[in-house]
Structures are given as structure tokens and as C-alpha cells.
């Protein structure tokens, strides 16, 4: 059996979709599945792109597509590479085209699933146009990652099947120390405004170094909005207790989390957070914002972490609380850690998608049966190509 993936990569991208993406593909291929990735790369040359070269590096079949290109050449493309070796199954993890394209490759007979990764404008569209959306632009299946996205979902009229199976992480052999006298903060994520409010986070995080004795902060990641992080860092002036870490392998990134003890998570929206879920494997406290999607159904308060209403005074007596009680400290660290290990190990979210696309590939065509229907389908949209293009020419020359 065979599942293609397709998704969105870049130099500087660090998401957690294709962190997800990456742990995933393995073990789908050591369970006997033929699996490839087929990319929409934004920026720079495929083997620079993270989750491209991770793949690419253990032998997972991988090609690439510039993304600016035009619409109807990049569907096209797909279906082509489609063709070439029809997959049982195909899955959208973040690439709008791959959305677009499920318009043919339904047709061609081959279950398509799409994944909402997030509680954002960008996934409502997506969940509009092609769950409930006309009946041939609808997914087969889609995934939810959180309980609050499949809550969202339910209740819609739609024959696309919806299922929870939430993001899995690697569990280390060690928990991080809890019961140390300092407290070292992390925030662990992309350097951006847009959802994660990095600047505000990067305050907040200068101000708890400033006022709970003891502290200090380091900050991982890289993003469009770094010179801004660097540029509070050094007007706060708190003499390198608040310090840019930098971009880490994301095979790496859990013991960089072994070295903190708690992790700082602030977003206006996320899905289910990768890197809180990596944390909390490690045993650290997380002291996170409350939101609708993801942390809620990790964190309870004073149990397994700490939720805050504000960046402000609640996210500061979180701190002042964390870094007073090392008994509590140790108690939520051992509860987060054993969470994780019970519900969100790479293990139950492998096992959980190895049985969806078991089921779905059992209703696939034949290969060759599916190869004529995607020549079918590229034809069509190449005459949509065609045909559009004509159009825009002669409006152009009426103007």
C-alpha cells in the first residue's frame, strides 16, 4: 500500500505540522507502507528546506515544486507525479494546492484526507470549502488534532468523516530536574507576531527576569521577527538573563528542554501545540495562555501546568508561583510528563493513523485504474488552464 503526502516547506520554516510530518512518515514506511512527500517549497532550494532534508536524509522519496508558481501549473504537476505511481491514499498536511487538486484525485477514485492543524481563519476556510463545502470539492476524511477542533467539526452536514488523532512526540529516556533552586523559562517556537505575539512574549519573559528573583529566560526559535526580539532583549539590559538561543534541530530540540524547567507558551491560537507537548514529555511546567484549542486539554491548572488570562500580572504570579514551590514544581512535572506518556507518544499517534489509512486504502482503485482517471483529470485542468488564459489575453486586448 501507498500514501502520498504533500505539504509546504521553506529555509526558515519550523512549524510544527511538518514536525509532526517528520516523525510520522518513519514509521508509516517501517509498518510496511510505501510512502512519499511531495512539497510546495517557498523559499530557497528544496535540500535547504528542514523537513525536505530531513526526509530526503533516511530515503523517503521526495519531490519539489516552487510554490510561486502559477495555480493551475502546480496542480498539474501534482496530478502528473500522481500518475506516474497512483497511492492508495493521499493526504493534505499544509498545502492549499493539495486542497485544490482533491477536486481530481477524488475523482480519480483515491481517498483524500486533509488534516486541521489549527484554529485560525486559514483552516475555517478550509473546513468550509472542503468539508461542507459542494459535495465534489469534500475531503474523504479529515483529521482533527485537538479536542476543540473536532468539538468545532461535529454537527456539520457532511458525509467527509471526521476523526481525532492528535499529534505523538518522542519520549526521553530522562525528565529535566525539578526540584533545582533557579528557574530557567523557554520559550521554543517561530519568532512571530502573527499568533504567537513573540514580542509581547519576549516582555513578558524580560519582565519575570526583572521581578522574580532567581529567573532567567532563553528563547529558541528564528522567524520574520527576530530583529524585534533583539532589540527588546538589549533595551531591557538585564545583563544576558533573557538571551536568544537560536534555531534548534528539531531532533535535537528535547534536550535543549531537558536543560529549562518550564515552558512559556503565550499564542492567541494555536492547534495542539508540538513543542507543549515535547516539553511536557521532558517534565517541564508549562505556564500557558488560555485559549480554545490545545492547551486546555493539556493543562490542568495547578496539575499538570499552569494557565494564565493575561502576558501580564497572571503570566508574572505563575512565574512567582513556579519559582517559589519547588514541591508543586516537581508534582506538576511528574503529572505532565506521565500525561503525555499515557495519551501523546509517537506510538498511539502512528498506531491511530496506520488504522485510517488501512481502512481508507482498502477503497482505492487499481493502480492503473486511477492512472487513467488522473490523465483524465490533469486534462482537464490543463483545458482550464487553457481556457482561462484565453480569456484574461482577450480581456487584456479589449482593454
Not at 510546495?40 to 523537513?51: D, F, S
Not at 514544581?329 to 495519551?343: D, G, M, Q
Amino acid at each position: 500500500m501507498k500514501v502520498t503526502f504533500t505539504t509546504f516547506d521553506s529555509v526558515d520554516y519550523i512549524g510544527g505540522p511538518n514536525s509532526w510530518l517528520r516523525r510520522v512518515v518513519p514509521r508509516l514506511r517501517d509498518s510496511g507502507w510505501d510512502v512519499e512527500v511531495l512539497f510546495y517549497i517557498q523559499r530557497g532550494p528544496p535540500e535547504e528546506c528542514p523537513c525536505y532534508r530531513a526526509l530526503s536524509d533516511i530515503g523517503i522519496p521526495c519531490k519539489a515544486m516552487p510554490s510561486f508558481k502559477p495555480i493551475f501549473e502546480q496542480a498539474v504537476w501534482l496530478l502528473k507525479e500522481l500518475e506516474k505511481s497512483p497511492p492508495s491514499v493521499f493526504v493534505v498536511n499544509m498545502a492549499i494546492v493539495g486542497y485544490l487538486a482533491t477536486r481530481w484525485i477524488r475523482r480519480a477514485g483515491i481517498p483524500s484526507i486533509g488534516i486541521l492543524h489549527s484554529d485560525d481563519d486559514m483552516y475555517r476556510m478550509i473546513f468550509d470549502d472542503f468539508v461542507i463545502g459542494p459535495p465534489g470539492n469534500r475531503l474523504s476524511d479529515v483529521v482533527c488534532v485537538s479536542d476543540f477542533l473536532l468539538q468545532d467539526a461535529q454537527g456539520a452536514e457532511t458525509d467527509t468523516a471526521l476523526h481525532l488523532i492528535p499529534y505523538g512526540v518522542p519520549i526521553p529516556d530522562q525528565a529535566v530536574n525539578a526540584s533545582r533552586d533557579d528557574l530557567r523559562l523557554i520559550y521554543v517556537g517561530r519568532l512571530i507576531e502573527e499568533q504567537k505575539q513573540i514580542l509581547e512574549v519576549t516582555r513578558s519573559l524580560c519582565r519575570a527576569v526583572r521581578e522574580v528573583p532567581g529567573t532567567e529566560a532563553v528563547i529558541y526559535g528564528d522567524g520574520q521577527d527576530r530583529a524585534g526580539v533583539e532589540q527588546i532583549i538589549a533595551s531591557e539590559n538585564l545583563g544576558g538573563k533573557v538571551r536568544l538561543g537560536g534555531e534548534i534541530n528539531n531532533d535535537h530540540i528535547q534536550d535543549v528542554m531537558l536543560e529549562a524547567d518550564a515552558l512559556v507558551l503565550l499564542s492567541d491560537y494555536e492547534g495542539l501545540p508540538i513543542a507543549l507537548l515535547e516539553g511536557m514529555a521532558c517534565g517541564l511546567v508549562p505556564i500557558c495562555l488560555r485559549i480554545r484549542s490545545g492547551v486546555g486539554q493539556l493543562i490542568e491548572q495547578g496539575k499538570t501546568g499552569f494557565l494564565v488570562d493575561d502576558r501580564g500580572d497572571d503570566f508574572i504570579t505563575a512565574v512567582r508561583t513556579a519559582a517559589a514551590d519547588r514541591e508543586l514544581r516537581s508534582r506538576i512535572s511528574a503529572a505532565a510528563r506521565e500525561l503525555i506518556v499515557s495519551k501523546y507518544s509517537n506510538d498511539m499517534n502512528a498506531k491511530l493513523w496506520i488504522e485510517l489509512l488501512a481502512s481508507r486504502a482498502q477503497e482505492a482503485p487499481h493502480a492503473e485504474v486511477a492512472a487513467a482517471n488522473l490523465r483524465r483529470g490533469i486534462r482537464s485542468l490543463e483545458f482550464l488552464e487553457k481556457t482561462v488564459a484565453e480569456s484574461n489575453e482577450r480581456m487584456q486586448q479589449a482593454q
